[in-house]
């Protein structure tokens, strides 16, 4: 995937740490002032979960990636400040979870992010 012309943003980091399951390494993508809003069941449109700061992404990163489950990234596309990028999960039940992500990037970190994720009932 590599890096993108003119951008900082690295996919390849995006990459390890999706499919490594190292929330520190997607932490490092994150501006320290990056807020992330998640679409879900249970978070819906009109009332999501907005979390704020580093500390609080690196609190739900931490939870995600310390289950038991498989990670992929999907695809991951960049054009100027924005990105977008697909992931798929699986638990060792074989539930499974799709979550897509759309960006906006300042000097090549993330500072916000919209996640819509849906998984297996």
């Known amino acids: 995937m590599g890096t993108a012309a003119g951008s900082a943003f690295d996919t390849e980091t995006l990459r390890r740490g999706v499919e490594g399951r190292t ?5 490092s ?7 992330l809003r998640v679409v879900d ?3 819906q449109p009109s009332r999501p979960t907005v979390l704020h700061g580093r ?4 609190a739900m990163l931490d939870d995600v990636y310390s289950r038991d ?3 992929r990234l ?3 596309v960049v054009q100027g400040d924005r990105a977008a ?6 638990y060792a039940d074989g539930v499974r979870v799709f979550a897509e992500s759309m960006i ?5 970190k993330i500072v916000e992010q919209t996640m819509i994720q849906a998984w297996d009932e």
Do not use: K, N, Q, V
């Not at 500390?55 to 690196?58: F, P, Q, T």
């Not at 906006?104 to 090549?108: A, H, W």
């Open 23 to 27: 929330p520190a390494t997607l932490l």
């Open 41 to 43: 069941r249970d978070s």
């Open 74 to 76: 999907e695809a991951c």
């Open 69 to 71: 489950m498989t990670h």
């Open 85 to 90: 990028f697909t992931e798929s999960c699986e």
């Open 55 to 58: 500390d609080e992404i690196a």
């Open 104 to 108: 906006s990037l300042r000097d090549g």
């Open 29 to 35: 993508l994150y501006a320290d002032d990056a807020e």
